[in-house]
Structure formats: structure tokens, C-alpha cells
């Protein structure tokens, strides 16, 4: 299928994107990547009015550490994040979800920005944002404003930004140096979204006690799930087995999955545990390589 007839303007940079979109109202769209956008518009499941490029909109694919966080612009492609040195060596977690993106041909094309604002609850990038406690960058007619990433995320393809908002990029803060990361997934196939995927990051102390954990989850909500408290269990106590298996057994309580023609709620449930446990793991023995 081919998408129905569209009207198409081009942004030279965000204010223009931002007055095109209060100008054509809640039924243009920002077009990006195009990845998700393009075939839901094939498929008529997305019928926008007007598609509004941003693809040569200044300054908006820059990658660099400030003030402690690596900010990311919206337009930075999912591959040029993957494979930059700046980004891995702030979150070294980065780089290890992006290879769950999708295949290369996708991320070569793909932006981060369009990822976070298409709002997948399956996708990776929104649980990595929100795990990592992130904020998203949001300009609209009234400025600029700062979102938290569990702030944004509202639903399914469903985010806090207005409707002329465009967000421009994003900010992570700076994982220590030393922190073991580990990205686990259950998909059909490789590249497939994720029935259910689990990320950890972990640094320890001196004395071999956890100073630091971040915990996150997609496919088991309507959003992406930080795991707060599977994080609480393991916050200054050594990452022993025990301790690992009792933040495991945390997930069930605090996952709303549902059931649907991939799998039923109770197995996604039971797979965020058994993965959870699997990343802190292989996160942990990271952290020991890397100390």
C-alpha cells in the first residue's frame, strides 16, 4: 500500500518546525527518520495531513558530554550514536541497546529523537531513557522546557509533548567510570521488537557494595518501566545471589503487562524476572572486569 495524499514542508530549523506545526495544527506530523512514521502511513494507519522535515533543521544531530550528561540532539542517527566514541564512553550502556534496534540499515536512517517521540512501548531507546533517569529536551511557542523521561511517556505512542512541541534531544546522565552495563532480550527474531527486553547498569564501591544500579524494562507496560524497586533491593548491600534472585523477584509487582497474539501477560511477566536476573549478572561481572 501507498499512503494517502500528504502535504509536505520543510524545517530550516526548530522554530520554523515549531510555527509549522501551530500553524497546520494536531494533524501534522514530524517526519525524522521515518522508520516507524512511513510504513504506519503505508499502511494508513497514520494519516497525517502534513509531513513537517526536519531532516535539515540546524543544529539538532550533535553528540557531546555537558555539565556531567551526554546530550544528544534528535536528529543524531541511532548508527553514529552507536559507533561514537563521546556517547560510549559517557553511557556505555548506549551502544549495547542500539544493536537491539532494528538492523543497521534501520539505525543508518533512524533517529534517536524519532524513536523516543514515536513512544513504542516495545522499543528500546524509551527504556534506556527512562532507566537511566534521562530528560528529554521540548521547544515549543512558549520555549524550551526539560521533561523527565517518566514524566513523558504517557501510553502507548503517547508522550507529554503538545502538540506544537518538537523535541530536540535528549540528556543522559554520565554513568562512573567502571560500571558494568547488559542488555537482555526475548525476540521472535533478531531485529524484531522486543517481546520483552531488560537493561542494567551497576558500579560498586570500594568495599564491593552497589553505589549505583539502574534497572529498566520494556514490552511489560503501556510505557517503558523503570524498576525502582528491584533497584531498591540491591542499593548498598553486596550483589550476591541471593540478592540478585530477591531484586528478580521484585519485577512481578511492579510490571503491568498484557497479553496479546506474542504472548500472554503471565509470560512476559515471568521472562522480565528470569531477564532482569540475567542482566544483573552479566552487568556484575562487567563491573569487576572494568574495576
Excluded at 513523558?152 to 562512573?176: C, I, K, Q, S
Excluded at 567502571?178 to 526475548?186: M, P, S
Excluded at 533478531?190 to 514490552?219: C, E, K, N, Q, Y
Excluded at 512476559?268 to 572486569?289: F, P
Amino acid at each position: 500500500m501507498k499512503p494517502p495524499p500528504v502535504k509536505y514542508a520543510r524545517a530550516g530549523d526548530v522554530a520554523e518546525a515549531v510555527a509549522l506545526l501551530t500553524e497546520h495544527g494536531s494533524d501534522a506530523k514530524v517526519l525524522a527518520g521515518g522508520q516507524s512514521l512511513i510504513p504506519l502511513m503505508n499502511f494508513r494507519l497514520a494519516r497525517p495531513s502534513v509531513l513537517i522535515d526536519i531532516n535539515r533543521a540546524a543544529g539538532l544531530d550533535g553528540i557531546r558530554v555537558e555539565n556531567g550528561s551526554l546530550v544528544i540532539g534528535a536528529m543524531a542517527r541511532q548508527r553514529d550514536v552507536e559507533t561514537s566514541d563521546v556517547a560510549a564512553g559517557a553511557v556505555p550502556l548506549l551502544p549495547q541497546v542500539l544493536r537491539h534496534v532494528g538492523h543497521v540499515t534501520n539505525r543508518n536512517r533512524g533517529t534517536v529523537g524519532g524513536s523516543l517521540a514515536h513512544a513504542d512501548p516495545a522499543a528500546e531507546l524509551p527504556a534506556l531513557v527512562t532507566g537511566l533517569g534521562g530528560e528529554l529536551l521540548v521547544q515549543g511557542p512558549g520555549g524550551s522546557r526539560l521533561v523527565a523521561a517518566e514524566d513523558y511517556f504517557l501510553g502507548t505512542f503517547t508522550t507529554a509533548m503538545e502538540f506544537d512541541e518538537v523535541l530536540t534531544g535528549v540528556r543522559l546522565p554520565r554513568l562512573p567510570a567502571g560500571t558494568g552495563v547488559a542488555v537482555e532480550e526475548l525476540a521472535r527474531r533478531h531485529g524484531d521488537f522486543a517481546i520483552v527486553a531488560t537493561m542494567a547498569a551497576i558500579h560498586l564501591a570500594a568495599d564491593g557494595t552497589v553505589d549505583l544500579v539502574r534497572l529498566a524494562a520494556s514490552g511489560v507496560a503501556s510505557v517503558p518501566v523503570r524498576l525502582h524497586g528491584a533497584e531498591a533491593v540491591l542499593a548498598g548491600i553486596a550483589p550476591t545471589a541471593e540478592a540478585i534472585d530477591a531484586a528478580a523477584e521484585t519485577v512481578a509487582g511492579s510490571i503491568k503487562p498484557t497479553g496479546d497474539v506474542h504472548a500472554p501477560a503471565d509470560y512476559r511477566r515471568d521472562m522480565a524476572g528470569l531477564l532482569v536476573r540475567r542482566a544483573l549478572r552479566t552487568a556484575i561481572q562487567r563491573t569487576e572486569v572494568a574495576a
